[in-house]
C-alpha cells in the first residue's frame, strides 16, 4: 500500500493509464522500454511488424499518459519508461 494517497493516481488518472495500456502493441513497447532502458522510434520499429509513424502514435498513447517520457536527441527522440508512474500505476491497481 502507498505511503500517502497522493502517491496514487485517482479513478480518473487511473482510468487514462489503464485506456493506454488497453492495446497489446503498447504493452509490447512499454515492456521493451523496461528491458532495453530506452531507445528510439526506429529501434521499437525494428522489433513490430509495424510502420515508423503507426509505432509514433502508441508512443504518443504512452507519453500523454504518462507512463513513458521522450527526449529529444538531435533530430530523433529517446524514450524511456517513467518508472515513478509506472510504480504508482501498481499501486494503484493493488488498492483495487
Known amino acids: 500500500m ?3 494517497a497522493s502517491e496514487t493516481p ?9 485506456k493506454a495500456l ?4 503498447r504493452l509490447t ?3 521493451h522500454l523496461k528491458r532495453v532502458n530506452g531507445c528510439i522510434c526506429g529501434e521499437i520499429v525494428e522489433i ?7 509505432v509514433s502514435q502508441h508512443l504518443k ?5 504518462g507512463l513513458v517520457k521522450g527526449e529529444i536527441e538531435g533530430p530523433r527522440t529517446c524514450y524511456c ?6 510504480n504508482r ?5 493493488n488498492t483495487l
Not at 11 to 18: G, I, N, P, Q
Not at 61 to 65: D, V
Not at 81 to 86: E, F, K, P, T
Not at 89 to 93: D, E, G, L, Q
Open 2 to 4: 502507498p505511503e500517502s
Open 10 to 18: 485517482g479513478k480518473e488518472e487511473l482510468a487514462r493509464l489503464l
Open 22 to 25: 488497453s492495446h497489446p502493441v
Open 29 to 31: 513497447i512499454l515492456e
Open 48 to 54: 513490430l511488424p509495424l510502420s515508423q509513424s503507426t
Open 61 to 65: 498513447h504512452l507519453k500523454e499518459a
Open 81 to 86: 519508461v517513467d518508472h515513478d508512474a509506472l
Open 89 to 93: 500505476f501498481k499501486s494503484a491497481v
